[in-house]
């Protein structure tokens, strides 16, 4: 699940407030139960997040699912800016 | 087969956490359960007779993250599928959150049983622009659907109509052809030597190939001969996926759900974000986030302790049990009572009534009521999750998560019920070290009102060192305990529901379901330790032990000697014993009152939590937790008292 394509993907923890990003993949760094319960969230491949903060924690909205992750897990979670934006 | 404790059919209510179930349940039995507005508060399964038909018990499963199994609530919840009489499950689905209804939902059909879908919250996806097309789903999943307003009590009555319409689902997917075989294989092992008498046994074997440890033990205490082929094919199918298998079943049905959302669902575009987005966001902002906090603390701070411990206490306390009642049941003890020794035990300074009843009802009561209302206005309306994000920073400190504040918090009010709910934390770690911190530094809601009433009438500064010393106790103690146990961290991912506006009539119901539960319980307490504090009296035990305890309570605590009693007392309830130092509050002087509070809040906690102490982590570990936590308690006292009389006039 490591990413290909480092120059297009970047660490969800990166992004800055405001913008809406495309999920590329969960780096292995992530715990498997971890990932799991990200998929149960609703994170899954090619799917629209929006981020809304970036501190203290990483708020994100994935539909109407508003999440929020530690840097130590949004850092290895691997994004790509929408068409948009990049 | 079945472990049904009823032998009624079962309706079964399974979802997400935090959909609105226990308020359905409430709508559809007429029985209180909490709200939960957090994952994880619902710990064990709730039965109630359903309204609409005797016949049937109706079924509060914990909150589902996701199925195959993993946490305690999870678990629970797969033992009562697997357990239960099942005639039908109700899925309750979150209407806003459609997708991650439908992942469930993909699995959930795969069981066999008849089903019903109920969308609550159909008024938040509203409100977000979210539309459903209801009719197309149900013909798509060959059930019936419908939404709900559970809190409202909107599509209640449909509701209950569907049930007995339930019906069994389409399959949502058809997994890839190499997940397909490995399904066929277990499925028929399953359906030959050791089938479900209510579930398909292609539900369970997805489940078991995906790791669910319950399924797997529930086939092992069916035919354990079976297990070792089960095994085998398990091993099989997760060396093909390189350790990958449950990742991909899991990916397949959310990609499933995915395709079904989107041809039923349609999504106006808002311009800007509603109100309680916006207010959500101020909550855990780096910068509003903590002046928010800090209003909160002041605000339950003004009605706990100030309106709670001061205004109702006084009322209660001083006008109707010593201004009436107490004179009128002495009198009425005198004279139909001609023993003095019972008359002693009745009304006397250790008396059933005129000490257990009055510091149950004139001193606790009052207290714990206000604090459970206040709790229940912040658990409904969604900002103790966002408690966590804000915590996150502190409590990693200590080796823990933010995760870890919800039991601190549930400990403010019932250190017992907090230390079952540490179950909700992730690793076996995280539940021991804060086991002990609620032990050791976490004051129930009994005794912070208490301490709260008798410190708040010294001076704000005493309420202030008090809680300062608290904070850095359980600091350091969290320091220290997460230096010295071995294990990683776990760091934080949770969902932060909507901001919503508590219902004030939830509130009430919740806060006196609350308060029958706590007054069933601290009650008969109160009246055994009342009792036992007699009976050491009148066998001067009591005094040998005050004069024993004095070095320890007078010269090392400089707590006037008669204290001692009141730590006796605190080895049944920690509130009984913070009540027995409130009653000689006007005999404590400033220093004194704030050392023997800070001493009292550390002492062991009540006999009921350190009984679940035992539960949860065993004899051994409880014990243990006593042994440091009660020398720590005095030694910390002390130094308290040297410092404060060398640096506070």
Sequence with gaps: MSPNKHEARLPLAFIAPGSTVRLAAFGDEIDPLQREQLTAYGLAASRPIVVLQQRPMTVILADEVELALEHEVARHIWVEKQAAEA | ?649
């Design chain 2, 1 to 649: 087969m079945t472990t049904n404790a009823s032998g009624a059919d079962a309706i079964l209510l399974v979802g997400h956490p935090n959909v609105g179930k226990s308020v359905l349940f409430h709508r559809l039995t007429g029985a209180y359960v909490n709200v939960s507005n957090y994952p994880g508060t619902t710990v064990e399964v709730t039965r109630a007779t359903a309204r609409f038909d005797s016949s049937a018990s109706l079924l509060d499963t914990p909150g589902v993250l996701a199925l195959p199994s993993r946490s305690d609530d999870e678990r629970a919840t797969m033992q009562a599928l697997l357990n239960e009489n099942s005639r039908c499950l109700v899925q309750v689905g979150d209407a806003k959150n459609l997708r991650r209804t439908l992942t469930l939902t993909a699995l959930l059909a795969e069981l066999g049983v008849p089903m019903v879908l109920a969308l609550n919250m159909h008024d938040e996806a509203t409100a977000r622009g979210v539309t459903v097309d209801i009719d197309r789903l149900g013909e798509e999943l060959g059930i019936p659907v419908l939404t709900t307003v559970a809190t409202g009590g909107e599509g209640i009555s449909p509701l209950t109509h569907a049930i007995a319409q339930a019906r069994v689902a389409e399959s949502l997917l058809r997994y890839d052809a190499d997940l397909e075989a490995d399904i066929a294989q277990v499925a028929a092992l399953i359906a030959a030597q050791c089938p479900h008498p209510h579930l398909a046994a292609r539900g369970l074997a997805i489940l078991f190939l995906g790791g669910d440890t319950a399924v797997a033990d529930w086939l092992r205490s069916q035919n354990p001969a079976c297990c070792g082929q089960l095994e085998k094919w398990h091993k099989i199918a997760v060396d093909r996926n390189q350790g990958d298998l449950p990742a991909r079943l899991a990916r397949e049905r959310t990609e499933a759900a995915d395709v079904l959302a989107a041809s039923v669902l349609s999504r106006a575009v808002r311009s800007s974000p509603l109100w309680s987005q916006r207010i959500g966001q101020a909550v855990v902002h780096p910068l509003w986030g903590i002046p928010i906090l800090l209003g909160v603390l002041f605000a339950v701070y003004e009605f706990v302790g100030v309106f709670g411990a001061t205004t109702l206490v006084g009322l209660l306390e001083e006008g109707l049990f010593e201004g009436i009642l107490n004179p009128a049941f002495t009198h009425l003890v005198t004279v139909a009572v001609d023993v003095p020794w019972v008359q002693e035990m009745l009304v006397g300074q250790y008396g059933l009534w005129t000490m257990g009843m009055t510091y149950a009802l004139a001193l606790i009561l009052p207290i714990v009521t206000t604090f459970f209302f206040a709790f229940g206005v912040l658990k409904d309306s969604g900002y103790l999750p966002r408690l966590t994000v804000i915590a996150n920073r502190l409590f990693s400190l200590i080796g823990l998560n933010g995760r870890a504040v919800l039991p601190m918090v549930l400990g403010l009010g019932c250190v017992t019920m907090a230390t079952l709910t540490t179950r909700i934390l992730h690793s076996p770690r995280e539940r021991i070290i804060t086991i002990f911190l609620l032990a050791l530094a976490i004051p129930c809601s009994a005794q912070l009102g208490v301490v709260l009433g008798m410190l708040g009438g010294v001076s704000f500064t005493a309420v202030l060192i008090w809680a300062l010393a608290m904070v850095g106790i359980l600091m350091f103690s969290g320091f220290l305990a997460a230096k010295l146990i071995p294990g990683r961290r776990i760091p934080l991912v949770t969902e932060l529901p909507p901001m919503r506006l508590p219902i004030v009539g939830n509130v009430l119901k919740k806060t006196g379901s609350r308060l029958k539960w706590y007054l069933v319980e601290v009650i008969p307490l109160f009246l055994i330790g009342t009792f036992i504090m007699f009976a050491l009296d009148k066998s001067g035990a009591l005094p040998a032990i005050i004069e024993a305890g004095e070095p320890l309570v007078s010269g090392w605590l400089g707590l006037p000697k008669e204290a001692s009693a009141a730590f006796v007392m605190g080895f049944l309830r920690r509130d009984f014993g913070a009540t027995g130092l409130f009653a000689m509050a006007h005999s404590l002087s400033p220093i004194q009152a704030v050392v023997g509070m800070i001493t009292i809040t550390l002492f062991i906690s009540c006999f009921a939590s350190l009984m679940m102490m035992v539960k949860e982590q065993g004899v051994k570990i409880a014990l243990g937790m006593v042994a440091v936590i009660v020398p720590l308690a005095f030694l910390i006292g002390g130094l308290f008292n040297i410092v404060l009389r060398a640096t506070w006039s």
